[in-house]
């Protein structure tokens, strides 16, 4: 495997960069192939990579408290909105990066963490501006903003020749969309009079682009996007619309496959008018239908409720230490509260990203 080697330069006096590098090197469980380098995973999204930065904005849309975090290390509410790690932490890990992606909010983050990347995400974000709106959260515009600010910081850490380098090589994660659908969409209603599903999800495919665009503008070259979720088959949605039987809200899984098709096109579409980007499409929606509609097979026991409380409706602050009857083993259950997976679950739905980080990425 290739280790990080950073361009030659003048202004290049950092020699604990070094120290990352053979760290990198010995922890990486992936092989990246020779003289080739993945210095830092980058994130943007909602709250399945949030990994704190709602921690201390003016939002109900928070989880740093118990029993979230309870299988974190130290048991620690971190503002992760899952019982452990999150996939950009796992990602980072399997990689070798490093253990887990903290947030760009978080007043404990040191200059160096800034190297090896951080996570930019808003729980109950979304591609469309009115849901992070409707929910009081950081919007993707905004979540650029803060990119721009890392950027300066980066280039007096490690100059702008290195930061340059980093962010071309670097791994750009963006993960939203169902906050879209689930919410200011089918729930909220807040669109539904003005748009139809399809109309919905060109608005939303539509902002997706600007934004990747943008990220390329500042630097990004290598870029996955997660598709949308089975939205309709997590347990909050069973609930409110799944009908007394709580099943999958196949109305919401409809916009889904819409929205995740005309995604593809799009990044099809940016490889011919940016060909030295790599835009990937990373599928989770049928790895997570699969995992729910076959949860034996990898070794999960309940698929249609969440281990917080009743598992039925509570998420962010209705998951709290005095929810009644919340689970002792996490790891039969695919679901941690009635929206986001567990760790466990996590670590299956991301094995597949790595096959495709190899064989997209290099």
């Not at 995400?121 to 903003?145: F, M």
């Not at 390329?216 to 290598?222: E, I, N, Q, S």
Request: negative net charge.
């Amino acid at each position: 495997m290739g280790m990080i080697v950073f361009p030659s330069s003048s202004t290049f006096l950092l020699p604990h960069l070094l120290v990352f590098a053979l760290f990198i090197t010995a922890k990486a469980l992936l092989k990246i192939p020779e003289n080739q380098t993945m210095p830092a995973v980058i994130v943007f999204g909602d709250s399945i990579v949030d990994a704190g930065n709602n921690n201390d904005i003016q939002t109900i849309i928070k989880c740093n408290f118990l029993p979230y975090g309870r299988d974190f290390d130290g048991g620690v509410p971190t503002g992760r909105f899952c019982n452990g790690k999150i996939p950009s932490d796992l990602i980072a890990e399997e990689l070798g990066i490093k253990d887990t992606v903290p947030a760009y909010l978080d007043p404990t983050l040191k200059p160096q963490d800034l190297i090896t990347g951080v996570t930019f995400a808003s729980g109950g974000t979304g591609y469309d501006p009115l849901t992070s709106k409707l929910a009081s959260v950081i919007p993707l515009g905004e979540q650029l903003n803060y990119f721009k600010e890392y950027i300066a910081k980066l280039k007096d850490v490690v100059g702008e020749e290195q930061t340059n380098f980093i962010l071309a090589k670097s791994m750009i994660l963006v993960v939203a969309g169902s906050d879209d659908i689930a919410n200011t969409y089918f729930v909220f209603r807040a669109r539904k009079l003005q748009y139809d599903i399809p109309a919905y999800t060109d608005l939303m495919v539509n902002s997706a682009a600007e934004f990747l665009k943008e990220l390329y503008g500042l630097g990004a070259r290598r870029i996955g996007v997660f598709s949308t979720p089975p939205i309709g088959c997590v347990p909050s949605q069973r609930t409110l619309a799944g009908g007394i039987e709580r099943e999958c809200a196949e109305d919401y899984n409809v916009a889904a496959t819409l929205f995740n098709n005309k995604l593809i096109s799009v990044l099809d579409s940016f490889r011919t008018s940016m060909p030295d980007g790599r835009f990937v499409y990373i599928d989770v929606y049928n790895p997570l239908l699969d995992l729910i509609e076959n949860p034996q097979k990898s070794g999960f026991e309940v698929a249609n409720k969440g281990c917080c409380g009743t598992g039925n409706i509570e998420v962010s602050v209705l998951c709290n230490q005095l929810s009644p009857s919340t689970c002792t083993n996490v790891d039969k259950y695919i679901f941690w509260d009635s929206y986001h997976p567990t760790e466990k679950a996590y670590r299956v739905l991301v094995t597949p990203v790595f096959q495709k980080i190899m064989n997209e990425f290099f």
